[in-house]
């Protein structure tokens, strides 16, 4: 059996190289999805099961005031029609909001 040249050598390296590199870059992008759906079902949980009002209405604000500057699909936007309605609490029906 013949030696492989150094050339030979170095290029399957470099062939398993990129093949761990992109095994990390996918590993790296299923833990980045699995945090945001993570951190998306808290804030679900907090708005939905809160038993602080306060919070509950702060949390609410905030992501109808940033949410909308964030979503840029319609379809991503419709996602959200249920956050992303204006907040009917007793404090702001009729005070013109």
Known sequence: MARKTLEQRIAELEVRKKTLQARLGKRERAEDTRRKVLLGALVLHRLENSNDADFTRRLGD???????????????????DDILKPASSPETIGDGK
Not at 62 to 68: D, H, S, T
Not at 69 to 74: A, P
Request: charged fraction near 35%; aromatic fraction near 16%; charge should be positive.
């Open 62 to 80: 905030w992501l109808r005031r940033e949410l909308p500057g964030f979503l840029t699909r319609d379809g991503d936007k419709a996602l959200f």
